[in-house]
Structures are given as C-alpha cells and as structure tokens.
C-alpha cells in the first residue's frame, strides 16, 4: 500500500469533480456533500487510490458525507478484487468492513463492497459471522450477511444462501427483505430444484417483496402458483 495515498488527497480530487454550476449554490449543506458527482467518478477516482492504507481508508468511513464513504468502500472493493493484493491484505480490508460496519449504514454501502470484500474472503473459511451478522438489529448488517453470498453462488454454492434466508424469512426491513429475493433469484439459476423446494416451504410466510423478487425467473404459471400463496 501506498503511504502517499490519503483521505485529504481522495476528498480534494472528489471536490473537483463537482460541476462548476447553480447545483453547487444551493446551500452550505449541498457544497460539502458534493452534489453533482457521480458514482461513475467516484468509482474512477477509487481505482487511482487503490493502494490507500487501511488507515486512510478508515478515515474516510467517518466522513459524514455519503459520497466520501461510498469512496473507501469502493477502494475496499478493488482492493478486494484484484490479484495483486495479498491474502493478508484481503484479511485487513474485511476486518476493516467488519469492524467499521457502523458506517457502512446504508443499503448502497453494503452493495457496493460486501460481494467480494466479504463473500470472497470468507468463500473457503468458516462462515458463522454471517450467522450472527443476519441477526444483527442494524439493517445493513443483515443486508451485508444475505449479500455477500453472491459471491458463493457465482461459484455454484448456493447452501448458505438459502440457510440464511430462512434466518431473515419474517425480517420486517424492505432492504433486506429485497436482498434476500434477489439472492434467493440468483441462487435459482444455479439451482433450481432448491429455490422450489424453498418457495414450498415458505413462500406464504415470506414478505411479499421477497417473494416477488426471488419468483422473477420464474416462468408465469410458477409465479402465479406461489403468489397465490400469499393470499
């Protein structure tokens, strides 16, 4: 990691990209939470940062400015992602997302790092803290243990996902009830048979957005039958 990499260097290169018009004026308030820039700039400028120390990225997750934040979990997940970081390296950034996961408080957060930050380190390795994870209080910790296991069904373990699911079958949170649909979906493309067998258990428990979410693969008749389930 790159020493000469830091929060203030992130921060002063996002206030640049503002666009230089009246959105800019609007109030105190919008000028310091950099409205006007995309997340397709800030995802470019993380990819120049991504050797920023764990320190600084740190920093940066305590910024109370959404778009500094979405910075450091976007560098956490290209740290995550490529294979010139070391093993020991992966371990520090998803102890950091852990640790940190106070900040990392929005569903747009989690989405953006915890695929590979997470599900990637934990892919061979005991998976418990996504047990304990969906039965957290905070939303976004919950929505971090379904998600993360996107990265096991690209593999074609699809297992945890459906365990998990039935830990936040009754969560009463749209975010996370969302979540669980889409991987409960993706889970169905690897295997079908068991997304059914799911759906026959617990599709007239599960809330109505989880169960639309995880039916939309599904050819019409199917979907009709399990929605009716609902009913």
Do not use: C
């Not at 018009?21 to 995802?43: H, N, P, Q, W, Y």
């Not at 997302?97 to 569903?107: E, G, L, N, P, S």
């Not at 953006?112 to 892919?123: D, E, K, P, S, T």
Request: aromatic share 8%; no cysteine; charged share 35%.
């Amino acid at each position: 990691m790159s020493t000469e990499l830091s929060a203030s260097q992130f921060i002063e290169r996002l206030k640049k990209l503002r666009p230089d018009d009246g959105l800019r004026k609007r109030s105190a308030r919008d000028e310091s939470d950099l409205v006007g820039v995309t997340m397709g700039s800030i995802f470019k400028l993380a990819k120049e940062f991504i050797e920023m120390p764990l320190t600084e990225i740190e920093k940066m997750l305590e910024s109370p400015f959404h778009k500094v934040r979405i910075g450091a979990v976007s560098i956490m997940d290209f740290q995550a992602r490529s294979p010139k970081t070391s093993p020991d390296q992966k371990k520090k950034v998803f102890d950091l997302y852990i640790r940190r996961h106070d900040r990392i408080d929005t569903w747009d957060l989690v989405d953006r790092a915890a695929i590979y930050v997470v599900g990637g380190w934990l892919f061979d390795k005991s998976r418990s803290v996504l047990f304990k994870l969906a039965k957290s209080r905070r939303m976004a910790e919950r929505r971090t243990a379904i998600v993360s296991t996107a990265y096991f069904i690209r593999k074609g373990d699809v297992a945890d996902t459906f365990k998990l699911a039935e830990i936040l079958i009754d969560d009463r949170e749209e975010l996370v009830n969302k979540a669980t649909g889409w991987m409960l979906r993706y889970a169905g493309d690897k295997d079908r048979p068991q997304l059914l067998s799911f759906l026959d258990k617990y599709a007239a428990a599960m809330p109505r957005v989880m169960l639309r979410n995880s039916l939309e693969k599904l050819d019409k008749n199917l979907r009709e039958h399990y929605m009716r389930m609902k009913d």
